[in-house]
């Protein structure tokens, strides 16, 4: 299968060495080799967009698809590009709670709750 892959400077989307670590550690976890790591937004959330993460086996042909090593990989579909391209995954774990946090250059406002953004 042929996927789409980012020649330019900025990359769809960068993990932090934690994010992978994490990542890598939630397949391992799942014992499937082949799971992907999809990102994208959906409409919803009181800003307009809400993003969504979880693993997939699947990879379209039209699908941007960002390596780190050689075996955790991010998935994004082509809708969800624009809205998400130069952003970073982080994953942090403290005493308020542990998950995902993003960082989104193309955000121009975000909702109180800070689930939502426009």
Do not use: H, W
């Amino acid at each position: 299968m042929q996927f789409l892959e980012i020649k330019s400077a900025m990359r769809a989307v960068t993990l932090t060495d934690t994010a992978i670590a994490k990542v890598r550690e939630l397949v391992q976890a799942e014992g499937d080799p082949s799971l992907v790591l999809r990102f994208g937004v959906r409409p919803g959330g009181c800003s307009g967009f809400s993003y969504e993460m979880y693993f997939d086996t699947q990879i379209n042909g039209d699908d941007v698809v960002e390596a780190f090593g050689d075996d955790v990989k991010v998935v994004v579909d082509p809708e969800s590009l624009t809205m998400v391209r130069g952003s970073t995954l982080d994953y942090k774990s403290d005493l308020m709670g542990a998950g995902f946090a993003i960082q989104n250059p193309n955000v121009t406002s975000s909702c109180g709750c800070g689930n939502s953004f426009n």
